[in-house]
């Protein structure tokens, strides 16, 4: 069982193009939502999150919107490079020991 | 900083083997969790510890234990390894307290059960 459904599996834009990662949730519990990145061989690193009290949060070329009544978060990357090209990973953290639950990936590919 | 370090980094076990996967982190960070990753579903937790001598069960627990004796050790142990466990599995260590604190993700063991 699923709690964070993440699309599309994987994504492929040309060099300038803006990809956008979509992730839907059910469980109203949720209360932070951080955005992965991962290149090959690599562990996840922290992108960027935001809480559900803010409907947008920008951090250089990376944008999450959200929409709390939706229980939707997307992620854009507004001109995307081909260093982009990497695993994204939404993930969601709730409850009192604060563990993360992820979507299953999107696998973006930035052709130069 | 070294952060979150785990080894081995590739592994191949034969079915029925046992093996200790460590991780260590030097950031002094109370929680600390293992995930496996496999093609298609994400970073499922395996287990966690919020500090020394506390640990709890994450979404797919069977068939691993853990212990947390120190702060900065958090050992994932396999006592009969199964094909089902081929997998990348991460070790993560992020600070408590209140608020939102970042987690930091070890560069993965490779695992492979035949």
């Known amino acids: 069982q699923q709690q964070v459904k993440q699309s599309p599996q994987s994504l492929i834009v040309q060099k300038g193009g803006i990809p956008i990662i979509n992730c839907a949730y059910e469980n109203t519990a949720f209360d932070y939502f951080p955005w992965y990145q991962q290149f090959p061989g690599k562990g996840p690193a922290l992108l960027i999150a935001i809480r559900p009290d803010v409907s947008e949060k920008k951090e250089g070329r990376f944008t999450i919107s959200f929409n709390k009544s939706a229980k939707q978060f997307s992620l854009h990357i507004m001109d995307s490079q081909p260093g982009d090209s990497a695993t994204y990973f939404c993930?969601?953290?709730?409850?009192?020991?604060?563990?993360?639950?992820f979507g299953s990936g999107t696998q973006l590919t930035v052709l130069p | 900083n070294a952060g979150v370090t785990q080894t081995p980094k590739f592994q191949v076990l034969k079915t029925g083997q046992s093996m200790t996967l460590q991780c260590a982190q030097d950031m002094n960070h109370e929680y600390m969790s293992w995930y496996r990753q496999d093609p298609g579903m994400g970073l499922r937790l395996i287990h966690y510890s919020v500090g020394a001598g506390i640990t709890d069960q994450g979404e797919v627990p069977n068939g691993y234990n853990v212990s947390r004796s120190t702060t900065e050790d958090f050992p994932l142990r396999l006592l009969s390894a199964a094909p089902s466990q081929t997998s990348v599995y991460f070790c993560a260590s992020r600070s408590g307290g209140s608020g939102d604190t970042e987690a930091f993700f070890g560069q993965g063991t490779r695992l492979t059960v035949v």
């Open positions: 993930a969601a953290r709730s409850g009192s020991a604060r563990q993360l639950t």
